[in-house]
């Protein structure tokens, strides 16, 4: 965490589980076609966004894609464009960080700067930026980026990043010169509000991306299959950013909820999600997954039949909020949530679940 931020950012708020909802800008989730599935639209995402707002979620995260998969007409292939969504988003919206999803390939850090600070006014001191490098080759190959590798891509985003913090920081014009930008006369105006700069994320899982975020970043991504599997990632990650950089970061993990009003009614829209899984979507979405083991590629596959991905939290109400402890007590400050159907999903959550997180002294509001 940047120390001298100005702390009333959202995402720093006094919650000990940090609240936030992920990628209802596009039809990424259909990966059941169960008809109950988030149907996205520009209506449904104010929707969604209103019902975060008005119960404290601190964060409200899209997703960038330019290249869906299967086919063009696949849902995949539908996505709100992040920096427009996220601007009219931030004016319907009062209370929770507005962020906006970018590849460092597709967007020169020079614009990025200007837009990200024109958001943070819109939002008065709101936004947030999260920082991709890109892993779907046939994304990067459409946009007919040089090939660099994985690794590469990471030492790019050092550069992209470093300018874009000196023009949010930086009065006097300057020039820079790396391996991949050679920028002269470096100026942008106004600066953000958030001082030094807005908060910034990153969801990297490699070592690269560790290192990344350790250097950069306020927000790290952990994977979530276990509680072992959390408290293990999050110790390491944390200890990672203090010994090399002396930061302090946060933690969270994406988790897709499935909530019943029983335990068996959890179970059974699971299993028809699984049972009108779009398999040709998963088969082709995994294909595009490199460096993963077959066992995590199993685990996925079966995430994905139930339409989410992350820690699967599933159960009744009750079971839920148990679920969320123990990925507190395991050491995340956050959870980043999805639905199969994210408007219904929230509304049942807010009125079930959150009075249990803070009965259990994880929320305050
Ligand atoms: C919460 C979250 C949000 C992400 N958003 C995007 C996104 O919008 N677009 C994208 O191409 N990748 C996205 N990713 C993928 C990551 O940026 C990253 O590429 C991936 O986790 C692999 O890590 P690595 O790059 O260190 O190998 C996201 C991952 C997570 C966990």
């Known amino acids: 965490m940047k120390q001298d931020s100005i702390r009333q950012h959202p995402v720093f708020s006094e919650n000990k589980l940090k609240l936030g909802v992920f990628a209802f800008n ?4 259909a990966r059941t076609l169960i008809p109950e599935r988030y149907k996205f639209s520009w209506d449904n995402s104010v929707d969604v966004a209103t019902q975060a707002d008005l119960s404290g979620f601190e964060a409200i995260v ?5 290249r869906g998969f299967v086919r063009a007409s696949h849902p995949s292939a539908f996505a709100f464009d992040n920096f427009t969504w996220t601007s009219a988003i931030a004016a319907q919206t009062h209370q929770s960080c507005v962020m906006s999803t970018c590849h460092v390939m597709n967007f020169h850090p020079i614009l990025v700067a200007k837009t990200a600070a024109t958001l943070d006014h819109i939002s008065r001191g709101r936004f947030a930026l999260n920082i991709v490098c890109g892993w779907y080759d046939k994304e990067n190959e459409m946009f007919g980026h040089p090939d660099l590798d994985h690794d590469e891509r990471y030492a790019y985003a050092d550069e992209w990043v470093t300018i874009m913090k000196r023009l949010w920081t930086e009065e006097e014009e300057f020039d820079f010169e ?8 470096a100026m942008s105006q106004p600066k953000p509000l958030q001082k030094p700069y807005p908060v910034l994320m990153n969801a990297g899982g490699s070592p690269q991306g560790r290192a990344f975020v350790a250097k950069h970043c306020d927000i790290a991504f952990v994977r979530s299959d276990s509680f072992e599997m959390v408290n293990g990632e999050t110790t390491a990650y944390r200890q990672l950013a203090r010994d090399q950089h002396g930061r302090e970061i946060q933690v969270w993990a994406t988790c897709a909820c499935i909530l019943g009003d029983t335990e068996a ?17 998963i088969n082709y ?12 590629l199993a685990a996925l596959r079966d995430k994905y039949a139930m ?8 159960g009744n109400k009750n079971q839920v909020a148990d679920q969320i402890l123990k990925l507190s007590q395991a050491g995340l400050d956050g959870i980043l949530l999805t639905w199969v159907d994210f408007q ?21 509001n």
Do not use: W
């Open 26 to 29: 596009g039809g990424n989730n």
């Open 178 to 185: 790396g391996k991949y930008f050679k920028v002269t006369g």
């Open 344 to 364: 219904n999903g929230i509304r049942r959550f807010n009125r079930d679940v959150i009075p249990l997180l803070k009965e259990a002294g994880l929320r305050q």
């Open 307 to 314: 339409g989410g991905s992350g820690y699967i939290l599933k």
């Open 265 to 281: 009614d959890a179970e059974a829209f699971a299993a028809r999600c699984r049972e009108h899984a779009d398999s040709e979507f």
């Open 62 to 66: 899209p997703y960038a894609r330019y």
């Open 285 to 296: 979405y995994l294909s595009q997954r490199r460096n993963m083991t077959p066992e995590a």
